[in-house]
């Protein structure tokens, strides 16, 4: 299913290029292991070739899907006010969770909810780390898919974003309950 020098996902992490296979020796066994580095860290990880390679790296997205999460991007959105007003805590988990699946949509998603929260409120320390660690993740994904440079990623995706309309729904008045006797 992979090969070397292929680039892949390593979800949560960015893209890798699968460097060569390493054996390591695992309770007397010989296990292969695909080395990845990964292309904008300074960082190599081992995955098992036979159990883990399908669960723990996916190939990369295809044209379509990066034309899926730039109409993401460039689409009007409403945000519902119970989004900026939620515990921050519960969303960086729920985020992480998403981020670590690697799907390259839903981190789209978490993409413009981050900047759409950042455009009605204002973002937390934490929150800004997180909304650049998804830019860097998509940015780098898709610009192994269009052979592009990061920072011409970077940019489009800016642009796009800035080019859409973001409005907060407030929630609605529960209306009064009239009763008579």
Same mark, same amino acid.
């Given at each position: 299913?992979?090969?070397?020098?292929?680039?892949?996902?390593?979800?949560?992490?960015?893209?890798?290029?699968?460097?060569?296979?390493?054996?390591?020796?695992?309770?007397?066994?010989?296990?292969?292991?695909?080395?990845?580095?990964?292309?904008?860290?300074?960082?190599?990880?081992?995955?098992?070739?036979?159990?883990?390679?399908?669960?723990?790296?996916?190939?990369?997205?295809? *044209?379509?899907?990066?034309?899926?999460?730039?109409?993401?991007?460039?689409?009007?959105?409403?945000?519902?006010?119970?989004?900026?007003?939620?515990?921050?805590?519960?969303?960086?988990? *729920?985020?992480?969770?998403?981020?670590?699946?690697?799907?390259?949509?839903?981190?789209?998603?978490?993409?413009?909810?981050?900047?759409?929260?950042?455009?009605?409120?204002?973002?937390?320390?934490?929150?800004?780390?997180?909304?650049?660690?998804?830019?860097?993740?998509?940015?780098?994904?898709?610009?192994?898919?269009?052979?592009?440079?990061? *920072?011409?990623?970077?940019?489009?995706?800016?642009?796009?974003?800035?080019?859409?309309?973001?409005?907060?729904?407030?929630?609605?008045?529960?209306?009064?309950?009239?009763?008579?006797?």
């Amino acid at each position: 299913m992979f090969t070397l020098n292929q680039k892949v996902v390593y979800p949560g992490h960015g893209v890798a290029i699968i460097h060569r296979i390493v054996q390591k020796n695992i309770s007397g066994n010989s296990v292969p292991f695909f080395e990845l580095k990964l292309l904008h860290k300074e960082m190599t990880v081992l995955v098992p070739v036979d159990t883990g390679a399908g669960a723990c790296i996916r190939v990369l997205s295809s *044209d379509r899907h990066v034309t899926e999460v730039f109409d993401l991007i460039a689409q009007s959105s409403q945000i519902p006010y119970e989004i900026t007003a939620s515990n921050w805590s519960k969303r960086h988990k *729920d985020y992480q969770s998403k981020l670590r699946t690697g799907n390259i949509y839903e981190v789209g998603k978490m993409y413009c909810e981050l900047l759409n929260i950042a455009a009605v409120k204002g973002l937390s320390f934490g929150e800004k780390n997180l909304l650049k660690q998804i830019e860097r993740f998509l940015a780098e994904e898709i610009a192994s898919v269009m052979n592009s440079e990061y *920072d011409n990623v970077i940019e489009h995706m800016r642009t796009l974003y800035a080019k859409s309309k973001i409005t907060c729904v407030l929630p609605q008045p529960q209306a009064a309950s009239t009763h008579h006797l």
